[in-house]
């Protein structure tokens, strides 16, 4: 006959037994927008896993198993329509002035700051006053971005009949028509400028970089009300990001500066 402590020990190990084979609960899936904005997401519908946001994503997951952040191509003016019809739940690396407004979300700080600047080419006694007025000149310009200086008016027509401008989909395009003389200003976020120049050398000098500043970039998250995750337990994961250095590692060599974060965002926006 057993003894009753035999039988607690045998229903111990029955009940920790079955604990083992019990599959853990499964990470909840989290849908990240990717658009193409170099050097943060570089042609996501390739399905080449390249730029800023992929190795975020992949730090995210490294960080811990609640959640499975995936990234889903999207592009910069259609990501508005796949938030609201809920194929993204978080679109990253925005601002909530980019045409957020009416769209019910709620934004996180990242902490990260870059800066959109304006390059011409080098020429003999060109200085940096040659970048205190637009008027009159060709401005080669990324479609879809919103720059200050055109009130955040994304709208090509307005850019190419107010502001004489060319648009198109690369930096790198912008780039050689400023160094060919088919344009006369480019603008190009401080991050890419630092990228572009390592990868060809040979034209910095071709090149007169701004002082003057179009807009800093003081990133955030957004995210739908009904996403898998809040913003406050999103905000947690970027800190642990920031307490073991993937955050530094990630964004300093892109010149992208790690800032002091503001709790105020992480509420609720919600369209009038």
């Known amino acids: 006959m ?8 045998r229903l111990l190990l029955a009940a920790l037994a079955a604990l083992w084979v019990l599959p853990s609960p499964a990470a909840q ?3 990240v927008g990717a658009a193409h904005f170099p050097p943060y997401t570089v042609r996501p519908e390739s399905g ?7 190795q975020l994503v992949e730090a995210l997951n490294a960080l811990q198993s609640d959640y499975k952040f995936e990234l889903v191509p999207t592009s910069i003016p259609r990501r508005f329509g796949d938030f609201k019809q809920g194929r993204v739940d978080m679109a990253i690396f925005e601002n909530p002035g980019w045409g957020w407004k009416e769209i019910p979300h709620t934004s996180v700080d990242m902490g990260l700051e870059d800066a959109e600047i304006f390059v011409a080419q080098r020429i003999p006694n060109r200085q940096q006053n040659y970048f205190s007025d637009l008027a009159g000149k060709r401005l080669a310009l990324f479609s879809g971005y919103h720059y200050e200086f055109a009130n955040f008016n994304a709208d090509p027509k307005v850019l190419a009949q107010n502001y004489n401008a060319t648009l198109t989909y690369s930096h790198d395009s912008n780039l050689l028509m400023v160094l060919r003389g088919r344009a006369d200003i480019a603008l190009v976020t401080r991050s890419y400028l630092s990228d572009y120049l390592l990868r060809n050398e040979k034209v910095a000098d071709q090149l007169l970089v701004s002082q003057r500043i179009d807009q800093v970039y003081h990133h955030y998250a957004i995210l739908r009300p ?3 995750i809040t913003g406050e337990a999103f905000g947690k994961l970027l800190q642990g990001l920031r307490d073991n250095g993937q955050m530094l590692k990630i964004f300093d060599p892109y010149k992208i500066a790690i800032v002091p974060v503001s709790h105020a965002e992480n509420a609720p926006q919600v369209a009038n």
Do not use: F, K, N, Q
Request: hydrophobic share 40%.
């Open 2 to 9: 057993s003894s009753p402590i035999r039988t607690a020990s």
């Open 29 to 31: 899936l989290v849908r």
């Open 48 to 54: 080449a896993d390249t730029g800023l946001l992929p």
């Open 226 to 228: 009904e996403a898998p």
